[in-house]
């Protein structure tokens, strides 16, 4: 079991930055694969990053390439989305999940336990 504090988000201007953290507990956090998703309104959860059990392999949404850049420190059992070059159409709320096995997973299905939520606005 993994639950899951996402932290950071808030009001941004366009071409800003934030840092995400998403702080997890229990023992086994290490083991987890981590993605990164967000939800605008009216729109479906949409996959922003994902990063493997140990860091070493990241893979991003299309829309973020270039600008987001996921992290984790496995002794502080935190994973982090940092934002640069914000966009009003990044404006949303940013979730952490955790899954088992491989980082290579894009679809909200795959992911197992999921944090709350923090929301991020960005004014143009």
């Known amino acids: 079991q993994v639950q899951l504090v996402e932290s950071g988000g808030g009001l941004v201007q366009a071409g800003g930055s934030l840092r995400l953290s998403c702080a997890a507990s229990?023992?086994?956090?290490?083991?987890?694969?981590m993605g990164w998703f967000r939800q605008a309104p009216g729109k479906e959860r949409e996959f922003v990053a994902a990063?493997?059990?140990?860091?070493?392999?990241?893979y991003y949404g299309e829309s973020v390439k270039g600008r987001f850049t996921a992290s984790r420190d496995n002794v502080k059992n935190t994973v982090y989305l940092q934002m640069n070059s914000l966009k009003p159409e990044d404006t949303a709320v940013y979730y952490c999940?955790?899954?088992?096995?491989?980082?290579?997973?894009?679809?909200?299905?795959?992911?197992?336990?999921w944090g709350q939520g923090t929301q991020v606005t960005v004014s143009s």
């Open positions: 999940a955790a899954t088992m096995g491989g980082s290579r997973k894009f679809i909200v299905n795959e992911y197992d336990y």
């Open positions: 229990g023992r086994t956090f290490s083991s987890y694969a």
């Open positions: 990063i493997s059990w140990g860091g070493g392999s990241t």
